[in-house]
């Protein structure tokens, strides 16, 4: 779903939505807190918003992000963004939503996801070389890169192995999809693991095994999540859940939740129970949300965040698909992470 978008960002979705009266300013100036918030990359607009989780407030555009940003990950109190069209990592101090440096990638084409290890690495997969950057967090530049498959989009770190899913696409027709286990911190290969088709997204989950999103071709193949057991690397279940999923986030009580799109009347939203593998809500009885049900994120209340890019919104909702608060964020919000100071 999201590699649709990284490539395709003028062809796709209009706006439907416009909730704040000064939406359109950049760089709005913010009070520094200490609540826990959530940080959300706005992919059309280009801009990054601030939604205080605790008492419920949203600045809109903190600041201007990169061409096409399409991930953020938070370590301490800095956040790194991803911008795919940049071929850059932009590094941002999350206590005054200023950004404090770039990384550039020159060794890679269209960054898309990051995951940050220990001994001060990131790594970031690059969708159109085939490559995982790797990072070195306290010199800002890129080190080395790691040579993997075809099209790499989801990156993990569970224990001391990491684990890079490839979509094996090229000219958007997929190949026989696959997840790379590497070792940590020497990046020895471990294993190359068949999973289904476009795995986008690798999850540690509550059963203690990895679960991987395959969205299907958005065609003919639909959504199922693959279950690797990280002990012998191998796929040991599937939720077959229909549609095109593309995200997932766990919540407290080990209920997996998907964003899975909707881009006509409602957004969707699939569940599983992260511990049983057995599916709640799929492609046939999805949670409704507002259209365009991009990235989820579990908060510590337990709740799920929802990006809702068509509608510019960000959405909160408990574990039963109640949306509890609806938060107006810059346009086309894609994908969020959250800071606990």
Not at 27 to 37: C, E, F, K, R
Not at 50 to 73: A, K, M
């Amino acid at each position: 779903m999201k590699a649709q978008l990284v490539l395709l960002t003028s062809l796709t979705l209009g706006l439907m939505f416009s909730a704040c009266q000064d939406k359109d300013s950049v760089n709005q100036p913010i009070t520094p807190s200490d609540n826990p918030s959530a940080w959300v990359v706005n992919s059309l607009g280009g801009t990054l918003s601030r939604v205080d989780l605790v008492t419920d407030s949203v600045v809109t555009n903190v600041l201007t992000l990169g061409q096409t940003p399409n991930d953020i990950v938070i370590s301490g109190t800095t956040g790194y963004v991803v911008n795919s069209g940049d071929n850059d990592i932009q590094i941002i101090d999350l206590q005054t939503a200023q950004t404090i440096g770039t990384i550039e990638l020159y060794l890679g084409l269209n960054p898309y996801f990051i995951t940050v290890g220990g001994a001060g690495q990131a790594f970031v997969t690059n969708l159109l070389t085939g490559n995982v950057s790797i990072l070195d967090l306290a010199l800002n530049q890129e080190i080395d890169t790691l040579n993997v498959g075809v099209a790499l989009e989801g990156i993990c770190i569970y224990g001391d192995t990491l684990y890079i899913s490839d979509i094996n696409a090229v000219n958007w027709v997929y190949g026989q999809g696959y997840v790379y286990a590497y070792s940590l911190p020497g990046l020895a290969p471990l294993a190359t693991i068949p999973v289904g088709t476009n795995p986008q997204a690798i999850v540690a989950g509550p059963d203690g095994f990895l679960h991987v999103v395959c969205t299907g071709d958005y065609g003919a193949i639909s959504g199922q999540v693959q279950i690797i057991d990280p002990a012998t690397l191998t796929v040991v279940d599937s939720v077959t859940v229909g549609g095109t999923p593309g995200s997932l986030a766990f919540d407290s009580q080990g209920r997996a939740f998907l964003g899975a799109g909707g881009w006509v009347t409602d957004g969707f939203v699939f569940s599983y129970d992260g511990m049983t593998h057995q599916l709640l809500h799929g492609a046939s009885n999805p949670i409704l949300v507002p259209k365009g049900a991009y990235d989820v994120n579990a908060i510590t209340t337990g709740n799920i965040l929802v990006c809702c890019h068509s509608v510019d919104q960000v959405v909160e909702m408990d574990h039963d698909g109640n949306i509890l608060q609806t938060y107006p964020v810059g346009d086309g919000p894609a994908v969020l992470a959250i800071w606990e100071p």
